[in-house]
């Protein structure tokens, strides 16, 4: 089944304890992003990554990175979390970032930081 | 920069009521626009979609029209269901860079 998985799908953790959020995709996709979905706010965009070892900062890119080794994997690695990272985040794949390929969503992962 | 005003929920409906909710955006170029929808406890997925001025996005009863002149891609539906309550959000990509509008959320009653 075609599918953007992410791990773990709820974490409670405390300030300044490093954590990673992995994203995995089966379906060959070229472009990879992570998005934080907040009250009032919809969803802001991280980072992005148009393809293997090539990543791009979004419009919240502060307090996080990110990294492309593989086709496949996009983690989100907070090194030292806050507060105000609180969230539930969602990674997305799409086939490229030519302009009518829609983005598939994770189930997303909700990060509490206290 | 890039930009997406969507019409501010929540929207309350009765069963067969008709649907709109605006989407205007400000984008350079002209990229294609989306419409995602979340339900409860889920990550999004793709509504429709229109790639260029004047097509028609259309799926599940939904349509929507890429608008060029007045940069607007307004979702509509004609009888909403109770299983279309969920959220909705209008979106673009350019150059990479996602944007999205804040999202509208539906709840249809019985």
């Known amino acids: 089944e075609a599918q953007v998985t992410q791990n773990p799908r709820y974490l409670i953790t405390v300030t300044g304890k490093k954590l990673t959020v992995t994203c995995s995709q089966n379906?060959?996709?070229?472009?990879m992003s992570w998005y934080r979905q907040d009250p009032g706010l919809g969803l802001r965009q991280i980072y992005y990554s148009m393809n293997v070892e090539v990543t791009d900062k979004g419009d919240v890119p502060e307090g996080y990175k990110v990294s492309r080794k593989e086709k496949r994997n996009f983690p989100l690695i907070l090194e030292s979390p806050s507060p105000n990272q609180t969230s539930l985040y969602f990674c997305?794949?799409?086939?490229?970032?030519?302009?009518?390929?829609?983005?598939?969503f994770g189930p997303g992962t909700r990060l509490t930081v206290t | 920069g890039d930009s997406v005003t969507q019409m501010e929920g929540p929207v309350t409906l009765s069963e067969e009521a008709f649907l709109t909710i605006n989407c205007t955006y400000t984008?350079?170029?002209?990229?294609?626009l989306f419409w995602y929808v979340q339900y409860p406890g889920e990550g999004l997925q793709l509504l429709l979609k229109a790639t260029k001025a004047d097509d028609k996005g259309s799926n599940k009863g939904f349509e929507a029209t890429y608008r060029k002149e007045t940069t607007s891609f307004h979702l509509e539906k004609g009888s909403v269901q109770v299983s279309d309550s969920a959220v909705y959000f209008c979106?673009?990509?350019?150059?990479?860079?996602?944007?999205f509008g804040d999202g509208t959320t539906l709840t249809v009653k019985p």
């Open positions: 984008a350079t170029g002209y990229p294609s």
């Open positions: 979106a673009f990509t350019n150059a990479g860079k996602s944007t």
């Open positions: 379906m060959n996709h070229e472009y």
């Open positions: 997305a794949s799409s086939l490229s970032t030519v302009r009518s390929y829609e983005q598939y």
